[in-house]
Structures are given as structure tokens and as C-alpha cells.
């Protein structure tokens, strides 16, 4: 695909310092909050949750909830402290199908991440929603599809010209919205016994679980859709169906039967040939995300793949930078070590100029590597000199915008020696 003329691609060798900005450490807020152990290789990390509806159904059965957990880093894999996390809940409904909260409306729950960058949610059963987060500093905010699995969201250096407030906002509906339809479903195991899954509709915030019976309930709102369903040993089915033609009620769900699916593996090791543990690596496949913790051996499995080329993120930690890979999916795929950088102290410098090598001072200027995972932003002092932290070696994309008028891109005519030039 062609890049518009304001981009341009160089590969580079270069080292860059580490950057912690945190904001000030804050306490959970919420309706009412508890506290939940996660798993953690290095020992249980305790999260306080901000828990969604502490009442019962309208048919007096206790409500099954589920836990919305994660952290949040920045672009070096630091914890970022202070940040405001909403979940904003697309329908708040319990296991009957019947609005539990809002009466309708979608419920918006806020936290704040503690030292550790960690946050946590309590809410009824199925999940459907999304995770947006706003941090003090020079951050970006960032959205993403709410997960059962435990998340780390990446936040980026916050450019000018976007709009702090666009996307925080963009979700908060105070008007009553049209309920979704409840699809309901009936999960079974290879064997053709009744299995402990978890189902999700793909490119949605809808996900739910399997109960005893293989049963399970989840907000259908598309007229077509994919439902993915996967377990943790490997089994996974896909099917796809047709949505409600009308809002509210239930809509029955095509029977899926699980099958072994394929699997990805791989070693995470550092510069030296180290492993590297404890860092999360997740796979976008089939609609969804499956996430997956490195061990003491630097190895991770991913298993129940269902689509024929996926992508793996490993996720930056703490000075490691992350790292993206395609790949084709096969029954057993050994992606072998993925050799991760070490942001160090020394900034990527290089002077912005036009054609006549005259200096550009003031511009802006982002740099960006892995397709968005590494998006660093400077701006060029009166020198026209630009000096970038935390990129890794390889190709960068680079975007210029005009020292006043921030909404205008130039046209970047080349990258040689030390100097971006840049077309008036």
C-alpha cells in the first residue's frame, strides 16, 4: 500500500533513553470496590475492583458476574500510575438477559491505577463494552475492547493536533439506547459433551462464558456476525450467523461444536540470548485476542488459532520495547526466539530542513515503528533539531506538520545523514 506524500520510511540504527512519566498514584473509584488476587508468576497481585451492581435480578437470583482486569504501561513497558480507566458497558445485563442497571442505559464505571499501573472491575455477566484510558502526562488516550482475558493496554505520546476529549467522550451516551437481543447458545467439547468455554463476537465487546451445561448468553447486535468460541487447552469453533432483526428478547444461536485448533509458539529472549519471563504476548486471530504469559524459560503457547495469518504482540516491558510479528498459522507454529530490545540512554537526534537545507524550527515531528507500537513525538527546537526517545533499531515512518498550522502535514522530500528535509 502507497504512503501519502507527508510519510516517508528509513531504517535506522539507532539507541534511545528510557522515559518515565507518571502521574500522581490514585485510588480506585466506583460503586463499591473489592479485592481479587491475579495470577502472577512472581506471586498474587492484589487488585482492588470497582464492582458494577451489587443487587439482584429482578427475578431474585444472585447476579454472576465477571472480572474486567488489567494494567496499564507506556511505550517503554513502565507503569503508568494515576490513569483514568472507564469501562464503558455497551448493555449492562444479567445471565436472565434482563437490564440489571440503567434501565436501558449503558452503565460507565471509572478507576484509577495504583503504583503498578494495575485496575479492575467487577460486572454482571455477559460482558459486553469497551476500556478507554486517560493518563496526566504526555499520553495519548487509548481505547480498547473489553476482555475477560487480563489486559495491558499501551499508551502513546499524545500528539497536539488530536483531541484529548474526542474519544473519551465519543462514548458517553446519556440518552437511552436501544437494547441489544441476547443470543443464546450451546457450546459443545470435541468429545460431544457439554464444555467450559469462553464465546466472544468477534470485533465486538461481547463475551461472555459457557456454564455446566455448555450453555451461555451474549448481546447479539449485529445483523451478521461471527461467534468465536476457545478453551484454554486448544479446542475452538467458529460460526457464523445471522442477527436479530429487531432489538430486545432472545435469538437463538448456532450449536457450536469445539474441535483442536492450531497453536503459535515461541521464546521471548533479550539482546544477549537471555529469556526473558513474565513479559504477555497476545494474538489477534479470528476477531479477538488471546493472551499468553512468557515463563521461566521465555517460552509461550497460544493455542485455539482458527484464522490462516495472525499477528503477535509482545507487549514492552519495563525498558524492553514491544514487538509485532505476522505470521501463517499452521497445526503447530514455532515462531522460535523473538529477540527484544533494551531502550538505552542515548535519543535519536537528527535535524528537520528544508530542500535548501535551511533549518525548520518548531515543527512537529512523530516517528513511528511497529505499526503503531513505538509512536514517538518531538518537536524541533529553533535549530530545527528533533531528538526522539525509546525507538529501536529498524524502519520508522516519519510524519512532519507545520509549526502553526498543526493540521497541516508537509511533504517529506528524504532522509539522509542525520538530516529529515522537508518540502515548503
Known amino acids: 500500500m502507497d504512503r501519502p506524500s507527508h510519510w516517508i520510511l528509513a531504517s535506522i ?12 498514584p490514585g485510588s480506585n ?11 502472577n508468576p512472581e506471586g498474587p497481585t492484589v487488585v482492588s475492583l470497582v464492582r458494577g451492581n451489587d443487587s ?30 472507564r469501562l464503558v458497558l455497551h448493555s449492562d445485563l444479567g445471565e436472565d438477559g434482563l437490564a440489571i442497571a440503567g434501565r436501558g442505559l449503558p452503565a460507565d464505571l471509572q478507576a484509577t491505577t495504583g503504583d503498578d499501573g494495575r485496575f479492575g472491575f467487577e460486572v454482571a455477566r455477559p460482558l459486553d463494552g469497551q476500556v478507554l484510558v486517560q493518563a496526566p502526562g504526555r499520553y495519548a488516550p487509548a481505547r480498547s475492547i473489553a476482555s475477560l482475558e487480563p489486559m495491558e493496554i499501551v499508551l502513546q505520546d499524545a500528539l497536539p493536533w488530536s483531541s484529548m476529549d474526542s474519544m473519551w467522550a465519543s462514548s458517553r451516551r446519556g440518552d437511552r439506547v436501544e437494547r441489544p437481543s441476547i443470543g443464546e447458545g450451546l457450546v459443545r467439547s470435541v468429545t460431544g459433551g457439554p464444555s467450559d468455554a469462553r464465546i466472544a463476537v468477534a470485533e465486538s465487546g461481547a463475551m461472555t462464558t459457557s456454564d455446566a451445561q455448555g450453555r451461555f448468553l451474549v448481546p447479539v447486535s449485529q445483523d451478521d456476525a461471527t461467534l468465536v468460541a476457545w478453551t484454554p487447552d486448544g479446542e475452538a469453533s467458529r460460526v457464523e450467523f445471522q442477527g436479530p432483526r429487531k432489538q430486545g428478547g432472545r435469538h437463538p444461536l448456532p450449536a457450536m461444536v469445539l474441535s483442536q485448533a492450531s497453536e503459535v509458539r515461541g521464546r521471548l529472549v533479550d539482546e544477549d540470548g537471555n529469556p526473558l519471563s513474565g513479559l504477555r504476548v497476545v494474538v489477534a486471530d479470528a476477531g479477538i485476542s488471546r493472551w499468553a504469559r512468557s515463563n521461566a524459560e521465555g517460552r509461550f503457547v497460544v493455542r485455539g488459532l482458527l484464522d490462516e495469518v495472525a499477528e503477535l504482540e509482545v507487549v514492552p516491558h519495563e525498558g524492553l520495547l514491544g ?60 535549530s ?17 506538520r507545520d509549526a502553526q498550522q498543526v493540521d497541516q502535514s508537509l511533504q517529506i522530500a528524504g532522509f539522509e545523514d542525520g538530516f529529515l528535509i522537508v518540502s515548503r
Open 323 to 382: 514487538q509485532r510479528v505476522s505470521f501463517e498459522v499452521e497445526d503447530e507454529t514455532e515462531l522460535g526466539d523473538l529477540r527484544l530490545e533494551r531502550a538505552d540512554h542515548i535519543a535519536f537526534s537528527f535535524e528537520v530542513v528544508d530542500e535548501d537545507l535551511k533549518p525548520m524550527p518548531l515543527v512537529h515531528v512523530v516517528a513511528d515503528q511497529e505499526n503503531g507500537l513505538r509512536r514517538a513525538y518531538g518537536r524541533a527546537d529553533q
Open 56 to 85: 439482584v435480578s429482578t427475578q431474585g437470583r444472585p447476579i454472576e458476574t465477571v472480572d474486567v482486569v488489567g494494567r496499564v504501561v507506556d511505550r517503554f513497558g513502565y507503569a503508568v500510575s494515576g490513569a483514568l480507566v
Open 384 to 400: 530545527g533539531v528533533v531528538r526522539l526517545p525509546g525507538l529501536g533499531k529498524g524502519a520508522v515512518v516519519f510524519e512532519v
Open 29 to 39: 473509584k466506583g460503586r463499591s470496590t473489592d479485592e481479587v488476587a491475579l495470577p
Open 13 to 24: 540504527l539507532i539507541a534511545a533513553p528510557i522515559l518515565w512519566l507518571a502521574g500522581t
